[in-house]
């Protein structure tokens, strides 16, 4: 586990947060129990001190003098400590009257600034606490300072200090191994998610993460990248079979063309003959030329998303100009209505290629005699374009597939009459690239068939 990872990362600071936490805490608890203790042994001076003013004078002489004993203090568990008891009576000019022989030598010299303080003092080679308070009036004696070893008091604070520390190092190492735990299993599903993404970065579409446990928005993002990799599986295999139907597409001109030049070169011909062979090679290259067109009108469709306006009355208008021949050949008319000045957020060359692919499969569908019907009514926001005829019609369930590539429903007029099978697929990813769609109508009443056009008014 390295300091680089999440798991090291979230380990490291969550046990050092512990540290720093408990640390702040123990340490402003050991000084407020050193305060706390201070107080406590101050207070306890003080009594004795007061105890020791009123029999500092109780000799017949009314001498101040002192007593050589010791003092005895409550500890912190309330037990009691004997300690080493300093004393000395200071006159009111600062000599020294009397003191305990506990100073090895002279008492401290006096200081103003003591009387009725409590105060840290060294005396005698050994840090003392002490307290001093006047005297009454009836000696010379002005002030009596009384001090014990501060040593007890320190030893104990030092021995929490030590229990602090002890408890900290604990409490680290057992936050490390939570921590530990917790950044293990916070991030144990990431490695699951790392791993499948490599495997899908070297091209297995069939990884997935699968069900994992764990936290949340983890799952979440597992369930995402799983629903992301089969997205791209079938895009992918979507693809490979567009690819395949394209090659299957250029194989059956090509082999027919091969064949009707292979069979004109076998011998000599007549020149009827070769016009002949000519002509039906001629259609084989229109058809070959017809699916390359096509495939790069799809293939453009994708990625071309034009920010333009196109009038539709313009583009329905040229479509019913261009297939005029193609309708009177099949005694189909086709009429357009559509509202003046109307206009669509399209490119208007994509538009005419919209309504020409829908019209040429109209007018191939519908039968003699019939009117193929082009309209378009404006809404709010979009604009319903509609291409009506009435042929055989699409069965429902075909609704959607035949917007695929390739998919043609009436195999027996195929490569004739028909188109290269991508019409519709390139008219979809048109109007889809300009922010519309187009869709069979399912609802429409009788016979034929009704595709509608939905964009966005320009
Ligand atoms: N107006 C229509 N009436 C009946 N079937 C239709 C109509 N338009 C399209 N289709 C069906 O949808 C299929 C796909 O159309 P399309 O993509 O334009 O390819 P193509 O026109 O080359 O056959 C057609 O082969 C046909 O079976
Ligand atoms: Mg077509």
Not at 352 to 379: K, Q
Request: include cysteine.
């Amino acid at each position: 586990m390295t300091a680089g990872t999440l798991r090291g990362r979230l380990a490291l600071s969550l046990s050092l947060t512990l540290a720093v936490t408990v640390m702040l805490g123990g340490g402003a608890l050991i000084v407020s129990q050193s305060r706390a203790l201070e107080r406590q042994l101050d207070a306890s001076l003080r009594a004795h001190a007061r105890s020791e003013i009123e029999t500092a004078t109780d000799r017949p002489d009314h001498l101040a003098h002192l007593h050589n004993d010791t003092l005895d203090v409550s500890g912190t568990r309330g037990e009691t400590l004997s300690l080493a008891k300093y004393a000395a009576l200071y006159a009111g000019d600062g000599r020294v009257l009397a003191q305990t022989s506990t100073f090895d030598r002279r008492a401290p010299r006096w200081n103003p600034r003591w009387m009725n303080a409590a105060f840290d003092l060294r005396a005698s080679g050994a840090p003392l606490r002490a307290v001093v308070l006047p005297m009454g009036a009836q000696t010379e004696a002005r002030a009596l300072l009384l001090a014990v070893p501060r040593g007890p008091l320190d030893a104990t604070v030092r021995d929490q200090a030590l229990i602090a520390a002890a408890l900290l190092a604990v409490a680290v190492a057992l936050a490390t191994g939570v921590a530990t735990w917790l950044a293990r299993w916070l991030t144990r599903d990431l490695d699951a998610i790392a791993r499948t993404a490599r495997e899908v970065s070297h091209g297995d579409l069939d990884a997935r993460v699968g069900v994992v446990g764990g936290v949340a928005e983890i799952r979440a993002l597992a369930l995402d990248l799983d629903q992301m990799i089969a997205r791209l599986a079938g895009l992918v295999a979507t693809q490979r079979r567009f690819v395949s139907d394209a090659a299957h597409e250029l194989r059956a001109p090509l082999t027919s063309l091969r064949g009707e030049l292979e069979l004109a070169l076998r011998r000599p011909r007549t020149a009827d003959e070769y016009r002949e062979a000519l002509t039906r090679a001629h259609a084989d290259v229109l058809s070959l030329a017809a699916l390359a067109d096509d495939l790069l009108a799809l293939a453009r469709a994708r990625t071309d998303a034009a920010n333009a306006t196109a009038r539709v009355g313009d583009a329905t208008a040229r479509v019913v100009e261009l297939l005029r021949a193609a309708g009177d050949e099949r005694n189909v008319t086709l009429t357009a209505a559509v509202p003046e000045g109307l206009t669509v957020r399209f490119a208007p060359r994509d538009l005419e290629r919209v309504v020409r692919n829908l019209a040429e499969n109209a007018l191939r569908h519908a039968p003699a005699g019939s009117t193929v019907r082009i309209t378009a009514e404006p809404h709010e926001r979009s604009v319903i374009l509609a291409v009506e005829d009435d042929g055989e019609g699409v069965p429902v369930e075909q609704a959607e597939r035949i917007f695929e590539p390739f998919v043609r429903l009436d195999p027996a007029r195929q490569r004739d009459a028909g188109g290269t099978g991508l019409g519709l697929a390139i008219t979809r990813e048109l109007c889809r690239a300009a922010g519309g769609d187009v869709t069979l109508d399912l609802h429409r009443e009788g016979a034929g068939a009704r595709f509608v056009v939905r964009m966005m008014r320009g």
